[in-house]
Nanobody, 114 residues
Framework: QVQLVESGGGLVQPGGSLRLSCAAS????????MGWYRQAPGKQRELVASITTSGTTNYADSVKGRFTMSRDNAKNTYLQMNSLKPEDTAVYYC?????????WGQGTQVTVSS
């Protein structure tokens, strides 16, 4: 079992920055990919960024050049979000895949507004 807890969301003005954190616990050695997803009101959940155990990252086109995903040796992951736009407003979820299991954190709200 793997548990995920996100933190770091909040209200920020357009052009500002936030750093999200995802703390993983449990059998983290089995995780082979972690990701950040987001879901805005009335929209489907979408992939924002992902990182594999080898460190390979992948980003949605809408965040390339603005967001950076990283991880530490404990399988905790981070999402540095710069140059935030109102359209980045959403609940952000951490995700981990291990075996055939897909597990999610509880989500953290990010609101970009003046």
């Amino acid at each position: 079992q793997v548990q995920l807890v996100e933190s770091g969301g909040g209200l920020v003005q357009p052009g500002g920055s936030l750093r999200l954190s995802c703390a993983a616990s449990g059998n983290t050695a089995t995780i082979y990919v972690m990701g950040w997803y987001r879901q805005a009101p009335g929209k489907q959940r979408e992939l924002v960024a992902s990182i594999t155990t080898s460190g390979t990252t992948n980003y949605a086109d809408s965040v390339k050049g603005r967001f950076t995903m990283s991880r530490d040796n404990a399988k905790n992951t981070y999402l540095q979000m710069n140059s935030l736009k109102p359209e980045d407003t959403a609940v952000y979820y951490c995700n981990a895949k291990y075996g055939f299991i897909n597990t999610w954190g509880q989500g953290t709200q990010v609101t970009v507004s003046s």
